[in-house]
């Protein structure tokens, strides 16, 4: 009986004297994704044990606008399990796909007879050409000394290229 509650309890942590110091311990503690029981089965001379997941007391938090369903914005860092910089990814990815238009808007309705502010429209979709006009913005500078302008977030530079041609940050 101790065994299982040993094996339970200590499932997702390592010895902390085999580790450097608080940095390198983030690591091997697993994200919270339910409650783990271990049963054990016998059947004859042998024995099973199998860890099952049961559900959480908890409550999920809901989002400020629950009829949006988008479960993106809602979920931090600890549920997802992704290390920061993949978190760090994964929020821009997300706030491009609401400047696209692609996701749906959480924000809580306003209030009656509040009037909101007037946003500048943006060019959404990462070119060259000014949103408001049919004259593409010009080219400055001969092409061996042209100034060309960065293209999406820097945070995605270092992503991975499946193709053979390589990323174009810059046009």
């Known amino acids: 009986m101790a065994a299982f509650q040993a094996l339970g309890s200590g499932c997702g942590q390592l010895p902390h004297g085999l580790l450097a110091g608080p940095a390198a311990t983030s690591w091997s503690q697993l994200p919270a994704r339910g409650f783990r029981v271990v049963v054990g089965i016998q059947e004859g001379k042998t024995t099973i044990i199998e860890g099952c997941i049961t559900a959480t007391p908890k409550e999920s938090p809901n989002p400020p606008n629950p009829s949006g369903q988008c479960p993106i914005c809602t979920l931090p860092r600890k549920i997802t399990g992704l290390r920061r910089e993949e978190h760090c990814k994964m929020e821009e990815c997300v706030k491009m796909a609401y400047q696209a238009g692609l996701l749906p808007n959480h924000r809580p ?19 060259r050409w000014a949103p408001h ?12 000394k042209r100034v060309l302008m960065a293209l999406g977030s820097p945070l995605l530079r270092d992503n991975v290229c499946y193709s053979r041609t390589p990323w174009k940050l810059y046009h």
Do not use: R
């Open 109 to 127: 309705q306003l209030p009656e007879g509040v009037v909101p502010k007037s946003k500048p429209q943006l060019n959404q979709y990462l070119t």
């Open 133 to 144: 006009s049919l004259m593409p913005i010009y080219i400055k500078g001969l092409p061996w």
